[in-house]
């Protein structure tokens, strides 16, 4: 038996869906009206964290809302802030993902018939012997790495 089928599915284009949890205040990236937003407010800037989640000096749930905000360092030793931005987009420009998903089955079986010379009688013996290969590309997905 053989079997050899494929499944090639356009899924959503991929996002970052929450995953983002601080922005940088000298990012380069930013407009001047978006640094006003995002760094702007004093109580949007990061100043703890609670394990790995960051406190905005203005959040409810802060337990130290006084407290300066934190100075982060680059690699070239200069100090910046980093606010709380919690960034929820699907990558419409990067396209739709891709997922080419292919499988192959062999199969086989025999069964011959084998005679024992002492007794005269005929026993059946069977052999099986399989191999399967999947292969499964994807593209256009985000990486978090």
């Not at 996002?15 to 000298?26: A, V």
Request: charged share 15%; hydrophobic share 35%; with cysteine.
């Amino acid at each position: 038996m053989f079997m050899d089928d494929r499944t090639l599915a356009q899924i959503a284009p991929s996002g970052d869906f929450g995953n983002t949890l601080t922005i940088n205040c000298d990012n380069p990236l930013m407009s001047a009206a978006q640094l006003a937003v995002i760094c702007g407010n004093p109580n949007n800037v990061i100043n703890g964290f609670v394990g790995n989640f960051p406190l905005a000096t203005g959040a409810p749930y802060n337990p130290n809302p006084g407290a300066a905000p934190i100075n982060f360092f680059d690699a070239r030793g200069n100090t910046y802030n980093q606010a709380f931005f919690q960034l929820l987009r699907r990558n419409t420009e990067g396209g739709p993902r891709i997922s080419d998903l292919r499988h192959q089955a062999w199969r086989g079986f025999l069964e011959p018939r084998a005679t024992c010379r002492a007794s005269s009688r005929t026993t059946p013996t069977s052999s099986t012997a399989a191999r399967t290969t999947r292969r499964s590309t994807r593209t256009s997905s985000r990486s978090l790495a």
